[in-house]
């Protein structure tokens, strides 16, 4: 029987394998086998959703966090966004092979760049299984293996799905290894991945802040970390109230327990007594907690209804993942950029203003994966941006910043075209 360290030895020797078979692989094939993984995740909803309801079922009893609980949770609509997802991806173009930055050196030669697969792609996770389905999506279109550890919360939910990508990676003609999913419990094989730069190229940690931190720690291949997001709303002193009513509740109640919700809602002080009444009630109605600070709390505190605490400390600069934002009154947009350069993730960040100065300024200055004006930082997301899918959130500025897709699993090659030269002297 073969242990822990041989069993992962052979799904990296495997993948490494798969690997050169996908990245010659042409688009015609990637693109069946994603079409076949559409298919099955609606063919097999049943299977699928048996799997998941044993996982919830079990984390429940385990005392799980409600935000936790509904990562894992699949259901039929989100089986269908999940396949249309896919087939999204499938509309988009391939990145392998693609020359760019090509021009003629005086010498003559021609010289240019063509993007190639990274070659194996590894990701850790916590919860949520439908990272299963991107990733896999996204590596085998980008012309990358995979492979997968998910968390023990959702091993039934992730190995059904694990299985029904490699049956349909299979039935295009393609290497069934090019997706590994570990379901293998022990947690000394995280360890060992983290060693396996020799089978692994790149490492996406997607789950806690400490997970990430472990792994960005540890790992000894390059390591592309993010998705801990405490996301800021600054509602400055020109906006337009009723549109940033509208953007504040969705990015704090549309899905709280996803890393683009808003956290903290900045308000200049001219417009505070009118705004903060007007989104207070607005939350309230939708179950939100406010934890104030002493000007927000003076205005909000005559009014009915609201589920107020006083701010502490530890409320700014917090990821809630919950019915629950932080509030703070500002003097001007210095405040508030330097609050958010203070407590922000460098996930999204986003001004609701009428002034073109300050929109620009909040553009310029803050650095986030994601600067927004006008609009909810709910559309972080890889199927928001048009990429298809996403393998992550990348809040680092190397390789890749934000979501990640297609390009973003790719590096490039020089490529160099000569008649003969020969280098001078």
Known sequence: MATATQYLQTKAQAAKAASRVLAKSGTEVKNKALGNIADALKSREAEILAANA???????????????????MLNSQRLTGIAADVRSIIQLPDPVGESFDVRILPNGIQLGKRRVPLGVIASIYESRPNVTIDISALCLKSGNAAI?????????????????????????????????YVDNPDRDLVNQMLK?????????????????KFVRDNATMAVVAGGIGVCHTYVDASADLMKAKDIVFNAKVQRPTVCNALD??????????????????????????????????????????????????????????????????????????????????????????????????????????????????????????????????????????????????????????????????
């Open 148 to 180: 997968l550890r998910g968390g023990h919360e959702s091993v039934r939910s992730s190995s059904t799905l694990a299985n029904i990508v490699r049956d349909s990676i299979e039935k295009a003609g393609l290497p069934a290894d090019a997706v590994q």
């Open 196 to 212: 396996m730069r020799d089978y692994i190229d790149l490492l996406i940690p997607r789950g806690s802040e400490s997970l990430i």
């Open 264 to 425: 903290t809602i900045i308000v200049h002080n001219k417009i505070a007594k009118q705004y903060l009444p007007m989104v207070g009630v607005e939350l309230a109605k939708a179950g939100v907690e406010m934890h104030c600070d002493e000007r927000s709390m003076m205005i909000l505190a005559s009014q009915p209804d609201l589920k107020l605490k006083p701010a502490v400390a530890d409320d700014w600069g917090k990821e809630f993942l919950a019915l629950t934002a932080a509030v703070k009154v500002v003097d001007s947009l210095d405040e508030a950029l330097k609050h958010i350069e203070t407590y922000g993730s460098g996930h999204s960040e986003a001004i609701i203003t009428e002034d073109y100065s300050s929109a620009m300024r909040f553009l310029d200055e803050v650095d986030a994966a994601a600067v927004y004006v006008n609009a909810s930082t709910r559309f972080t997301d890889g199927s928001q941006f048009g990429l298809g899918a996403e393998v992550g959130i990348s809040t680092q500025k190397m390789h890749a910043r934000g979501p990640m897709g297609l390009r973003e699993l790719t590096s490039y090659k020089w490529i160099v075209m000569g008649t003969g030269q020969v280098r001078p002297g």
């Open 54 to 72: 044993e996982d919830y079922a079990k984390a429940k009893a385990s005392g799980m966090s409600e935000s936790m609980l509904d990562r894992l």
